[in-house]
T-cell receptor, first 112, second 114 residues
Framework: QQQVKQSPQSLIVQKGGISIINCAYE??????FPWYQQFPGKGPALLIA?????SEKKEGRFTISFNKSAKQFSLHIMDSQPGDSATYFC???????????FGTGTRLKVLA | DAGVIQSPRHEVTEMGQEVTLRCKPI?????LFWYRQTMMRGLELLIY????????DSGMPEDRFSAKMPNASFSTLKIQPSEPRDSAVYFC????????????FGSGTRLTVV
């Protein structure tokens, strides 16, 4: 019940296309859902985060869509660029706790 | 701000040796985390400190692992003795008190035990 299932494991998208990464969870107590971006040789960096009281959050080309009833959330990268090529991790945590449950990661490659 | 600073960036050591990884969190961040990343297990939380006090070390694999935070600006993760299965990238992260600000990760230490 503590797992966060992430898919796909890898994704190849043409430049200018839309990249979509999905995550699903079971624990309805989760109330904070961040996405992290990791480039090779670097630590994960917070990209965007959402709480379950909203269904969508947009920051530039990055959008989180959240479906509370389905217990799913997804990251959409619009107009994908080669510079977006990285590994993306979704995560979830429960209010008042410090533990993030990370997904297994999606390796995104955007072709020029 | 220089971010979370970890050293060394790379460490190669022989099995049985002691390894010490170091971390300087962002000034003013009261929470510090040590994570381990491997292909097989992904990102695993090893230990969490709040205000220099270890709060949860349930992720520490075994007694060979120990972590300290003697002050607000420094933490160490020690492995003694090291084993090949400890080979991984170890990340330190910090955040302001109140976790929902997101973690800031360091660049990690890639440990190879041969």
């Amino acid at each position: 019940q503590q797992q966060v299932k992430q898919s796909p494991q890898s994704l190849i998208v043409q430049k200018g296309g839309i990249s979509i990464i999905n995550c699903a969870y079971e624990n309805t107590a989760f109330d904070y859902f961040p996405w992290y971006q990791q480039f090779p040789g670097k630590g994960p960096a917070l990209l965007i985060a959402i709480r379950p009281d909203v269904s969508e959050k947009k920051e530039g080309r990055f959008t989180i869509s959240f479906n509370k009833s389905a217990k799913q959330f997804s990251l959409h990268i619009m107009d994908s660029q080669p510079g977006d090529s990285a590994t993306y991790f979704c995560a979830a945590s429960t209010g008042g706790t410090y533990k993030y449950i990370f997904g297994t990661g999606t390796r995104l490659k955007v072709l020029a | 701000d220089a971010g979370v600073i970890q050293s060394p960036r790379h460490e190669v050591t022989e099995m049985g040796q002691e390894v010490t990884l170091r971390c300087k969190p962002i000034s003013g961040h009261n929470s510090l985390f040590w994570y381990r990343q491997t292909m097989m297990r992904g990102l695993e939380l090893l230990i969490y400190f709040n205000n220099n006090v270890p709060i949860d070390d349930s992720g520490m694999p075994e007694d060979r692992f120990s972590a300290k935070m003697p002050n607000a600006s420094f933490s160490t993760l020690k492995i003694q003795p090291s084993e090949p299965r400890d080979s991984a990238v170890y990340f330190c992260a910090s955040s302001p008190t109140g976790h929902n600000y997101g973690y800031t990760f360091g660049s990690g230490t890639r440990l190879t035990v041969v």
